[in-house]
């Protein structure tokens, strides 16, 4: 009746929904032209069809009615003329066929030659060599906002985000089977759901392209329109109206779909993470950054601080007395509970109180002056423009030399953020910001993971900025399949191999070059015989502690690297293995390095990992090299 003509099914894990009535398909979540949905009886296939199309439900109606008086009365050879001037001729059950006008062309464009044979009719769905899937799990145990990059189109084939997305979701589904199968089997895990934010659209309907229109050059149309499309939303970025357009529309779209999944979802409990492809990470990463974190959330971390950073800060102490040669004033400092702020702002009189004597104070007061001057030097070029940022002892302003913007509130506190091929480190050195404070963490979200493609021309590193003092390689993604790809091993041995090759024959000249210019008398032979073994073994000793030095890529066990609070004390760079065609050109492949990660299983795997080993579930197997 009218309630269930009334009825809407969601579809596709909840992102569509099906009206029965109007026989339409409607996107939930984002701006999509509804679909047409038949109620398949009748379905006919071409030679060169590789699947069964479904007539409209109106022929269905006829092509029924005509099946069912022939099945009553048992007259077939039946003809029947669809609206089109095609006929349907039903010769018996299992034999229907569907031939066009000789005449006319039909919607296929088929040649001449092919208009004369028939399609295949078949009633109903049975075998149909069709597999229908099963969906999506209902369970969602986690959700991911996705915001996009630069241009409305988001990949080499000029996809848009959401069909990005779809990608993206449909490689973690199948991950999930193939990696988390023991959890499935025990209803630990469901899905992630990944929702994409979209913004382009509304920068771009502020009419902003009209007046660009109004100034563009007529000449290289296609180039100039590509480039106002998308390069310049850069520069929008960067513009202080633009600017808080974008952030306003990203945060108010991701809050919108947060509150409409959680009325769709009433039941879900699982926990909320962001990713951001290119300029899309930027302008999460400033969201984040400007995010306000609970008072009672922020006084418990500062209380926690104080008490492991007591001793750790009297250690400290106790280590800058040893750089001084002053160890024997330990227990005179530590007595007083001095830590590394409270000596900075000794003076010569407080010194002086505790018994230091002249010598030591002087070597002390040098070494804090010192210190000092450098400390306002550094600040002098990252100085926090908001003096709670100060208070905070945060080195870090990320609106510095930046348009200033007002930024909202997010309605959650992400779990992790996942940047895809971001240049958030490029921007950041470009505003002004030498280094990031390795005590620095976001207010709201405790993981960050920048991901990239070694290619990427967009891409830059973060780890760098925290630790400036120390060279070290990306961590090296692993292969989904559990492996290292088999050009890169190659590539590591034939290095390793050089290494080696060099080694050897520089330890092997170097033992030639000595035994050259050794004394040939017999009484000096004899004397120095011991001084001689001593002297080979330590130059063939030498060339195996030179491939330990080789270069990090050769490495497989590199130590553990404290690169800050920002992801937890966990590493914060991860780079992708090129594919075997991508090492032949790097330039090439420069663009697809920056468009691959939609698809890249490697990217699906790290981000369902960190995910669902916050909530205490792991790989199958853990992969090798991951952390």
Not at 219 to 241: A, E, M
Request: hydrophobic share 35%; with cysteine; proline share 6%.
């Amino acid at each position: 009746g009218k309630e269930q003509a009334a009825v809407v099914v969601p579809t596709s894990g909840g992102r569509y929904d099906v009206h029965l009535r109007a026989r339409q398909r409607v996107a939930v979540y984002w701006e999509e032209e509804a679909a047409e949905v038949r109620r398949c009886t009748w379905f006919y296939k071409g030679d060169k069809d590789n699947k069964f199309i479904p007539y409209s439900e109106a022929f269905s109606e006829e092509l029924e009615e005509a099946y069912m008086i022939a099945v009553t009365l048992g007259e077939w050879k039946k003809k029947l003329e669809s609206p089109n001037r095609e006929v349907i001729i039903l010769h018996n059950p299992k034999l229907m066929v569907h031939y066009h006008p000789v005449a006319s062309s039909d919607d296929w464009v088929s040649t001449p030659t092919e208009q004369g044979r028939p399609r295949t009719v078949k009633r109903g769905v049975e075998n149909i060599a069709v597999e229908i899937p099963n969906g999506e799990p209902l369970q969602i145990d986690h959700l991911v906002f996705v915001v996009h990059g630069i241009g409305p189109a988001c990949d080499i084939r000029f996809r848009s985000i959401v069909q990005c997305v779809n990608d993206f979701r449909n490689v973690s589904l199948s991950m999930l089977q193939s990696h988390f199968r023991k959890a499935q089997e025990q209803q630990q895990v469901g899905r992630v759901e990944f929702l994409p934010v979209n913004w382009h659209s509304s920068l771009h309907s502020t009419g902003v392209d009209v007046d660009l229109e109004r100034i563009t050059l007529p000449s290289i149309n296609r180039l100039r329109h590509f480039i106002n499309d998308t390069i310049l939303d850069v520069f929008f970025y960067n513009s202080s109206t633009y600017c808080q357009t974008i952030v306003d529309t990203v945060a108010s779209e991701m809050n919108r779909l947060h509150r409409l999944f959680l009325q769709r979802n009433p039941h879900f409990r699982g926990g909320v993470s962001i990713a951001g492809h290119s300029l899309g990470s930027l302008i999460l990463f400033d969201l984040l950054t400007n995010q306000k974190a609970d008072p009672e959330e922020k006084e418990h971390c500062v209380q926690g601080s104080r008490t492991t950073s007591s001793t750790a800060g009297i250690e400290e102490v106790k280590e800058i007395l040893k750089k001084l040669e002053l160890s024997e004033y330990c227990d005179v400092f530590e007595k007083e509970k001095m830590d590394r702020q409270a000596l900075f702002l000794c003076t010569e009189n407080n010194l002086k109180e505790m018994g230091i004597p002249l010598g030591p104070r002087m070597k002390i007061l040098h070494y804090i002056s010192s210190e000092t001057g450098m400390k306002v030097c550094t600040r002098a070029l990252a100085a926090p423009q908001n003096p709670r940022d100060t208070a905070q002892g945060l080195s870090l302003n990320i609106p510095l030399s930046q348009v200033s913007a007002n930024y909202p509130q997010l309605n959650y506190k992400p779990s992790i953020f996942f940047a895809f091929g971001s240049p958030i480190g490029m921007f950041l050195t470009v505003r002004g910001v030498k280094r990031i404070d390795p005590n620095y963490s976001l207010p709201t979200c405790k993981g960050f993971f920048n991901i990239f493609h070694p290619f990427d021309p967009v891409a830059y590193r973060i780890e760098p900025m925290i630790v400036p003092e120390l060279e070290f390689e990306p961590m090296l993604l692993p292969h989904h399949k559990g492996r290292k790809r088999m050009h890169l091993e190659l590539k590591e041995g034939l290095t390793r191999m050089s290494v080696d090759l060099k080694n050897n024959l520089l330890g092997s000249l170097r033992v030639a070059w000595q035994s050259f210019t050794r004394s040939p008398v017999p009484a000096l032979e004899a004397g120095s015989s011991e001084a001689e073994a001593e002297a080979e073994a330590g130059t063939e000793k030498q060339p195996d502690t030179k491939p330990e030095e080789a270069p990090a890529a050769v490495k497989e066990e590199t130590p553990p690297i404290n690169v800050g609070r920002l992801n937890g004390g966990n590493r914060i760079d991860y780079v992708l293995q090129e594919k075997p065609i991508e090492s032949f050109n790097e330039y090439l492949f420069a663009l697809q390095g920056h468009l691959c990660y939609w698809e890249s299983e490697d990217t699906v795997l790290l981000v369902l990992k960190e995910i669902y080993q916050t909530q205490g579930i792991t790989l199958d197997q853990p992969l090798p090299g991951s952390q």
